[in-house]
């Protein structure tokens, strides 16, 4: 069946320190790639997606690349800021085994920025 | 354009008691899903409906069930509440199947079981 696997948190940096959150699947087919994340008492936002190997996606200062051959999708930023804190998701869009059609999620990595 | 709409946002219930969440997806979306995000276990699939049906199914006891009406918005529903159920129950919408489509998510439904 298709999974992810996130690093386990929680993750503490400095601000304008460099982030990196690891993310690795399992899948099927031809995955598309997501990374969500989820502010304080709130709901998942898309942060960025990929749908085809190579692709980068890109927000607010974040990036992953989707690299088939090594099937990850790791999510970086170059110097992070007190409002980054929340927590990250990485999550995969693919068929499942019964030709249904399911979106898999990690189980987050909590990152907290301290000034 | 709205978003994808929950209620209510938090509720109480007894241990026994039956729930219902309700949720509305984004204009033009067809696709429908549930979540279930309790503490410390990351979100776990509950179900997923389209054009009215259900289309598949988390690991989950059959005292969770749902619907989608003909206007795509959806209720989740919870017998025999138990004290784990107490959870944020997630709703996110859809466009379609195909995968690469982005699905967005609603605020949620916070419910404690005492």
């Known amino acids: 069946g298709n999974s992810v696997t996130q690093m386990e948190g929680p993750v503490t940096l400095s601000e304008e320190a460099f982030l990196t959150i690891n993310c690795t699947y399992t899948?099927?087919?031809?995955?598309?790639l997501f990374w969500y994340v989820q502010y304080p008492g709130e709901g998942l936002q898309l942060l960025l997606k990929?749908?085809?190997?190579?692709d980068k996606g890109s927000n607010k200062g974040f990036e992953a690349t989707y690299r088939k051959e090594t099937t990850s999708f790791h999510l970086e930023k170059g110097s992070v800021q007190v409002s980054d804190s929340a927590v990250y998701f990485c999550?995969?869009?693919?068929?499942?085994?019964?030709?249904?059609?399911?979106?898999?999620f990690g189980k987050g990595t909590k990152l907290s920025v301290i000034p | 354009e709205a978003g994808v709409t929950q209620s209510p946002t938090h509720l109480i219930k007894t241990r026994g008691q039956q729930v219902t969440l309700r949720c509305s997806p984004i204009?033009?979306?067809?696709?429908v899903y549930w979540y279930q995000q309790a503490l410390g276990l990351g979100l776990q699939f509950l179900l997923w409906?389209?054009?009215?049906?259900?289309?598949n199914r988390g690991n989950f006891p059959p005292r969770f069930s749902g619907r989608q009406f003909p206007n795509y918005s959806s209720e989740l529903n919870v017998n025999a509440l138990e004290l784990e159920d107490s959870a944020l129950y997630l709703c996110?919408?859809?466009?379609?199947?195909?995968?690469?489509?982005?699905?967005?998510f609603g605020e949620g439904s916070w419910l404690t079981v005492v």
């Open positions: 899948a099927t087919g031809y995955p598309s």
């Open positions: 990929a749908t085809k190997a190579d």
């Open positions: 204009s033009g979306h067809t696709s």
């Open positions: 996110a919408s859809s466009t379609g199947v195909i995968s690469g489509n982005t699905i967005y």
């Open positions: 999550a995969l869009a693919a068929y499942s085994g019964a030709g249904s059609y399911q979106l898999t």
């Open positions: 409906y389209d054009e009215g049906e259900e289309r």
